[in-house]
C-alpha cells in the first residue's frame, strides 16, 4: 500500500497522470484498448481519498459487470481507499430501491423476479401466441431493450422501425406479449433486473428529498465502459448527479459492440457538448500487444465510417517488437481448423525444446457465432490439445445439438420404416429431414437471437453430413451417428488448462498472448444479417476488439470453401482489405504493416514477389498463390499421379475410420501432383502436411510419387494420428 498520497501516482505515464490529479469534473477520458484505463481510474479515486479530497463513502465507482466491479474494490484496497462503492449500474440501484421503497411506496419492497422467462412463456401462453424455449429467449431480449431504452409496449412496433432493428418475430406479437407481461408482474408485486432502474429513476425523479439525500452519500462518480451505456442507465446518472457535474466518464466508442442490448456511444461522443468545460485525455500507449498487433489494429480502424470512426484512437504500442501478424488463407474449413489446431500446438512446444512455449492458456480462438466451435472443439481433439469453452457449452453437450442427437439415432434405427425420411435423396437430406422434427429447416430464421443460433447449430450438423456423405458415399444414417458419437467422445475429455474457445464477444475484456481469428470471410464477419452502414460498421468493431485481444500472437484466417472439394466461392472479409497482402482497401490505409502471410496451413509467403514458375509474372492472387502459378498457366498437375492418390486416400480413410480429408485434403493432393516432393524435406514443405502426417503417411505418399510398390506399414499407426 503506498505510504502517502504522491506514491499513488508513481509508476503512471504522463497522461495516466493527468487522469489521477484531475480530480473535479466533469473529466472525459478516451482510453484506447490495453492503455491501462482501469489503473488510471483507479489510481484518480485513490490519489483523491490519500489526498484528503475525496472521502471514500462519498464516491462511487460504476462499471458494467460484477466481475470488473470486484477487480476494482480490490485494486483500490492495495491503494488504501477501501471503502469506495465500485458496484454495476444494476447493483447500486437496487441497494437504493430497497432502502428507499419504504419512504417512498410504503410497506416492503417487491420480490425480485429470478427467472423472468418463465413468466415470458406465461404472457405469451395468454396472449395466445406459442412460443420455443429459444423463441422465449429472443422475445426476453427484445422486452429488455424496450425497457432500457424506455419503449413502453405500444410504442415498441414504432420504436423497433425507428432504430433499424431487426427483430426476430412479428413486432405486433412481441408487444402484446410484453404487455402481458408487465401486467402479470404487477399482479404478482414482483419486478425485474430493468425495473430496478426504471423504479429507481422514478423514485428520484418524483421525490426530490429523496434524490437531494442520495446527492448528498454520493459526491464524486466514475462510469467504466461508457460507450455502452443505455439510454436508461444515462438516465439514473443524470439523477444522481443533479445540478453538479462532479463525473468521470472512461470509454472507447471503438469498442461499441452491444448496441443489440441498447447500448449506445452516443453519452460518450456528446460528453464534451453536454459539458464544454470537460477536461479531456487521451489514453493512447498501448501496454499489451505489440506494435506489429497495434499497427494492424489501426489500419483496421482506419477504414472504419461513421460518427464512432471519427473519434478513434491511434494507439501507440509501448513493447517491444513482436511477430508478425499472419494471415492465413485455406481450401476449406476442416483445413483451416485442421492448421490453426497445428500452430497452436507449435507454439505449445516449451523453449527448452525450442519453441515460444506459450502456456494453452494463453491461447485463444475465437469466432463470429458459437456454431462455428465445433470444428475447432474436434481439430484440437485430434491434436491432442486441451481446450475449453468460454461463455457457451460444447458443442455436443447443447440442448438442441443432445434432442438433435435423439432425432437421429431415432431415425437410424427406424431406417426405411421413417416415413419422414422416405422422400430424401442422400445422406445429408436424411439428416435435413430428420432435423426437422427438431426444428431445423431449410432457410435460416428472420433476424437474429437465441433462434438463430439454435439453427446454426443445427445447421452444422446438417453440413457435417454433406461432408461425411463426400467422404464416404456408401455411408447410412447409423454410419453418421457413430461419427457423431465419436466425435462427442473425443470432445468431452476433461482439460484442467486448455487453449480457450470463445465468440468474439465473449472475448470482450480479456486477453491473452497469442490469438486465433478464424472464419474470416464476408458472410461471417461481417455477419449476413448485418445490412445497415451502422451495424457494418459494429461488425467490424468487433474484429477490432478480437484483434485487440492479442499481446504478441495474432492469427488471421479463413477458408475460401466450407468443405473439401467444395466450390471455393468464398472471399476474405472485406475489413481485411488493405491490410492482408494482395487486397487493395476500400479506405485510407493505416500506418500499420500487413504482416506475414501465411498460405494453405504452414507455409509463411516469402517477404518479395512471388513470380508465376511457368510465365514469371508476380503473382497476386490468393489461389495463385498457393499453386505459384498464374490460373490461365498450364498445369503441371501429374494427372495420373493425382488419381492414384486420391484411391490410396480413400483406402487409408476407410482403413482408419475417418473422412477422407483427415488424411489430406484435395488440394493437398493438388499440390503434391503438381510438384511431386523427391524427399521428405520436399514433402513437409507442400501446404498441409505437417510432422505427424509425414510420419504416418510420408513414405507412402513418395512410394506413390516415384511409381514404386507401396511400403508395409507398422502396426502401432493409430487412428488419432490421421487428425493431426
Given at each position: 500500500m503506498p505510504h502517502s498520497a504522491d506514491a499513488v501516482l508513481d509508476g503512471l505515464d504522463p497522461e495516466q497522470r493527468t487522469v489521477a490529479t484531475t480530480l473535479h469534473g466533469p473529466v472525459?477520458?478516451?482510453?484506447?484498448?490495453?492503455?491501462?484505463?482501469?489503473?488510471?481510474?483507479?489510481?484518480?479515486?485513490?490519489?483523491?481519498?490519500?489526498?484528503?479530497?475525496?472521502?471514500?463513502?462519498?464516491?462511487?465507482?460504476?462499471?458494467?459487470?460484477?466481475?470488473?466491479?470486484?477487480?476494482?474494490?480490490?485494486?483500490?484496497r492495495q491503494l488504501g481507499a477501501g471503502g469506495v462503492q465500485s458496484r454495476t449500474f444494476h447493483a447500486a440501484a437496487l441497494r437504493?430501491?430497497?432502502?428507499?421503497?419504504?419512504?417512498?411506496?410504503?410497506?416492503?419492497?417487491?420480490?425480485?423476479?429470478?427467472?423472468?422467462?418463465?413468466?415470458?412463456?406465461?404472457?405469451?401462453?395468454?396472449?395466445?401466441?406459442?412460443?420455443?424455449?429459444?423463441?422465449?429467449?429472443?422475445?426476453?431480449?427484445?422486452?429488455?431493450?424496450?425497457?432500457?431504452?424506455?419503449?413502453?409496449?405500444?410504442?415498441?412496433?414504432?420504436?423497433?422501425?425507428?432504430?433499424?432493428?431487426?427483430?426476430?418475430?412479428?413486432?405486433?406479437?412481441?408487444?402484446?406479449?410484453?404487455?402481458?407481461?408487465?401486467?402479470l408482474k404487477q399482479d404478482r408485486g414482483v419486478i425485474d433486473f430493468e425495473d430496478v432502474l426504471l423504479l429507481t429513476v422514478g423514485i428520484l425523479s418524483d421525490r426530490p428529498d429523496i434524490a437531494d439525500t442520495v446527492r448528498r452519500q454520493y459526491q464524486h462518480f466514475t462510469v467504466d465502459e461508457y460507450q455502452d451505456v443505455s439510454p436508461l442507465q444515462q438516465r439514473l446518472l443524470q439523477l444522481w448527479?443533479?445540478?453538479?457535474?462532479?463525473?468521470?466518464?472512461?470509454?472507447?466508442?471503438?469498442?461499441?459492440?452491444?448496441?443489440?442490448?441498447?447500448?449506445?456511444?452516443?453519452?460518450?461522443?456528446?460528453?464534451?457538448?453536454?459539458?464544454?468545460?470537460?477536461?479531456?485525455?487521451?489514453?493512447?500507449?498501448?501496454?499489451?500487444?505489440?506494435?506489429?498487433?497495434?499497427?494492424?489494429?489501426?489500419?483496421?480502424?482506419?477504414?472504419?465510417?461513421?460518427?464512432?470512426?471519427?473519434?478513434?484512437?491511434?494507439?501507440?504500442?509501448?513493447?517491444?517488437?513482436?511477430?508478425?501478424?499472419?494471415?492465413?488463407?485455406?481450401?476449406?474449413?476442416?483445413?483451416?481448423?485442421?492448421?490453426?489446431?497445428?500452430?497452436?500446438?507449435?507454439?505449445?512446444?516449451?523453449?527448452?525444446?525450442?519453441?515460444?512455449?506459450?502456456?494453452?492458456?494463453?491461447i485463444a480462438v475465437l469466432y463470429r457465432v458459437n456454431a462455428q466451435s465445433e470444428i475447432y472443439e474436434q481439430a484440437l481433439a485430434d491434436a491432442d490439445v486441451p481446450y475449453q469453452l468460454r461463455g457457451a457449452e460444447r458443442f455436443f453437450e447443447r440442448q438442441e445439438i443432445r434432442q438433435a442427437a435423439l432425432a437421429l439415432r431415432g431415425a437410424a434405427r427406424a431406417g426405411g420404416n421413417d416415413a419422414a425420411l422416405a422422400d430424401a435423396d442422400g445422406l445429408a437430406a436424411e439428416v435435413g429431414a430428420a432435423l426437422g422434427s427438431v426444428g431445423w429447416t431449410p432457410q435460416p430464421p428472420a433476424g437474429s437471437g437465441a433462434v438463430r443460433d439454435r439453427w446454426e447449430s443445427l445447421h452444422a450438423l446438417v453440413r457435417l453430413a454433406g461432408d461425411f456423405q463426400r467422404a464416404r458415399p456408401d455411408a447410412?444414417?447409423?454410419?453418421?451417428?457413430?461419427?457423431?458419437?465419436?466425435?462427442?467422445?473425443?470432445?468431452?475429455?476433461?482439460?484442467?488448462?486448455g487453449v480457450t474457445l470463445a465468440s468474439l464477444h465473449t472475448a470482450k475484456g480479456l486477453e491473452w498472448d497469442a490469438v486465433f481469428l478464424v472464419g474470416l470471410t464476408d458472410g461471417m464477419l461481417p455477419i449476413t444479417h448485418a445490412k445497415t452502414p451502422e451495424q457494418i460498421e459494429e461488425e467490424r468493431r468487433l474484429l477490432y476488439v478480437g484483434v485487440t485481444r492479442a499481446r504478441a500472437h495474432l492469427s488471421l484466417s479463413w477458408a475460401l470453401a466450407r468443405s473439401p472439394g467444395g466450390r471455393a466461392g468464398r472471399r476474405p472479409s472485406r475489413f481485411l482489405d488493405g491490410l492482408r497482402p494482395g487486397s487493395a482497401a476500400d479506405g485510407p490505409r493505416g500506418r500499420g504493416g500487413p504482416g506475414g502471410v501465411e498460405r494453405g496451413s504452414r507455409q509463411r509467403k516469402p517477404r518479395g514477389p512471388v513470380p508465376c514458375r511457368v510465365c514469371g509474372r508476380t503473382l497476386t492472387?490468393?489461389?495463385?498463390?498457393?499453386?505459384?502459378?498464374c490460373a490461365d498457366c498450364p498445369s503441371s498437375m501429374d494427372e495420373a499421379l493425382y488419381e492414384r492418390l486420391r484411391e490410396w486416400r480413400l483406402e487409408r480413410a476407410q482403413e482408419l475410420g475417418r473422412p477422407a480429408y483427415a488424411v489430406f485434403t484435395d488440394a493437398t493432393l493438388m499440390a503434391i501432383a503438381e510438384q511431386p516432393p523427391e524427399s521428405e524435406r520436399e514433402l513437409s514443405r507442400i501446404s498441409g502436411v505437417g510432422p505427424h502426417k509425414l510420419r504416418q503417411f510420408g513414405a507412402e505418399v513418395l512410394a506413390l510419387c516415384a511409381g514404386e510398390e507401396l511400403p508395409e506399414r507398422a502396426e502401432e499407426s493409430t487412428e488419432e494420428d490421421a487428425g493431426k
Open positions: 472525459c477520458v478516451l482510453a484506447g484498448a490495453g492503455t491501462g484505463k482501469t489503473r488510471a481510474i483507479t489510481h484518480r479515486i485513490a490519489y483523491g481519498v490519500r489526498a484528503g479530497v475525496y472521502q471514500p463513502n462519498t464516491v462511487l465507482a460504476v462499471t458494467f459487470t460484477a466481475r470488473a466491479a470486484g477487480e476494482m474494490r480490490g485494486r483500490l437504493q430501491l430497497q432502502f428507499f421503497w419504504p419512504k417512498a411506496v410504503g410497506g416492503e419492497p417487491p420480490r425480485l423476479l429470478e427467472r423472468k422467462i418463465q413468466l415470458v412463456a406465461e404472457a405469451g401462453a395468454r396472449s395466445r401466441i406459442r412460443l420455443e424455449r429459444l423463441e422465449l429467449r429472443d422475445v426476453l431480449g427484445e422486452i429488455e431493450w424496450a425497457k432500457v431504452t424506455q419503449t413502453t409496449p405500444e410504442d415498441y412496433p414504432a420504436a423497433v422501425v425507428k432504430a433499424g432493428r431487426d427483430a426476430p418475430r412479428d413486432p405486433a406479437e412481441t408487444s402484446r406479449i410484453y404487455a402481458t407481461y408487465e401486467r448527479l443533479g445540478d453538479r457535474d462532479n463525473v468521470c466518464v472512461v470509454g472507447d466508442a471503438s469498442q461499441t459492440i452491444y448496441s443489440f442490448t441498447g447500448a449506445t456511444p452516443d453519452h460518450l461522443l456528446n460528453f464534451r457538448t453536454q459539458h464544454p468545460d470537460a477536461t479531456l485525455v487521451k489514453l493512447v500507449r498501448d501496454y499489451r500487444s505489440t506494435p506489429q498487433v497495434v499497427h494492424l489494429a489501426n489500419g483496421l480502424l482506419a477504414q472504419a465510417r461513421g460518427r464512432a470512426a471519427e473519434h478513434r484512437l491511434e494507439l501507440v504500442s509501448q513493447r517491444p517488437t513482436g511477430p508478425e501478424p499472419v494471415f492465413s488463407e485455406h481450401s476449406d474449413e476442416p483445413a483451416e481448423a485442421e492448421a490453426t489446431a497445428r500452430r497452436i500446438r507449435e507454439l505449445l512446444t516449451p523453449v527448452a525444446e525450442g519453441g515460444p512455449g506459450v502456456p494453452a492458456s494463453e447410412s444414417l447409423g454410419d453418421f451417428v457413430a461419427e457423431l458419437d465419436e466425435r462427442a467422445a473425443a470432445q468431452h475429455a476433461p482439460t484442467v488448462e492472387e490468393a489461389t495463385e498463390l498457393k499453386l505459384r502459378r
